[in-house]
């Protein structure tokens, strides 16, 4: 199966840091992504990590382990626009089609 | 911008009816992916289309169907159009699976409301 989980709401403060986890079944293991969704707007990509361990891009970073099945995006420093969903995504076992999470909605307050 | 783009924005039927939904992939990309994304839900995979061919299908019924042309720009028709059809339509364009990452670059979708 490719159940994804990760919680539905968060709320942090602006200039704070904030930890999004996803959890998915490890069978077939493909990569996992991290896409970014605005209300009304297209998911964009953030990251993909297909090894363990923190990848750093600017104030985002993402984190994998596969033994354990657990993945969480890492946010810093953060800013008003941030808030948007956050989509946790696993291609299928064979092929790139991807199972995404029901995305964790982030809301930035003052 | 991801060079991904969809029409139209927004659409309204009625129950029964039939839609054609169209997507232009970004320049290099030879594989399209459409999704259905209802109101505080994660997309759900329909189909993929590779060389104009279905490379793998959702869960979803055989009234929704698709086509690529050789272009790569593909559509997605839906017939018999129910109410549960009331979504956010997203495609998305990449390279052929293999490519390293195969990252997968959306559209700004089509906002479809059956009525």
């Known amino acids: 199966g490719q159940n994804i989980d990760q919680p539905t709401e968060m709320t942090a403060t602006e200039g704070a840091i904030v930890q999004i986890n996803c959890t998915y079944q490890?069978?077939?293991?493909?990569?996992l992504f991290w896409y970014q969704q605005h209300a009304g707007e297209a998911p964009t990509f953030l990251s993909y990590?297909?090894?363990?361990g923190l990848e750093e891009k600017g104030r985002f970073s993402s984190f994998l382990s596969r033994s354990k099945g657990y993945s969480y995006l890492l946010l810093k420093e953060l800013q008003m626009k941030d808030s948007a969903s956050y989509l946790c995504?696993?291609?299928?076992?064979?092929?790139?089609?991807?199972?995404f999470g029901k995305g964790t909605k982030l809301s930035v307050i003052p | 911008e991801t060079g991904v783009t969809q029409s139209p924005t927004h659409l309204i039927k009625t129950r029964g009816q039939q839609v054609t939904l169209r997507c232009s992939s970004q320049?290099?990309?030879?594989?399209v992916s459409w999704y259905q994304q209802a109101l505080g839900q994660g997309p759900q995979f329909i189909f993929q289309y590779y060389r104009e061919e279905e490379n793998g299908r959702g869960n979803f019924p055989p009234r929704f169907s698709g086509l690529q042309f050789p272009n790569y720009s593909s559509e997605l028709n839906v017939n018999a159009l129910e109410l549960d059809d009331s979504a956010l339509y997203l495609c998305?364009?990449?390279?052929?699976?293999?490519?390293?990452?195969?990252?997968?670059?959306f559209g700004a979708g089509t906002r479809l409301s059956v009525l």
């Open positions: 320049s290099g990309h030879n594989t």
């Open positions: 998305a364009s990449s390279l052929p699976s293999g490519t390293a990452k195969n990252i997968q670059y």
């Open positions: 490890t069978s077939g293991f493909n990569g």
């Open positions: 995504a696993k291609p299928g076992a064979g092929s790139y089609q991807l199972t």
């Open positions: 990590n297909v090894l363990d």
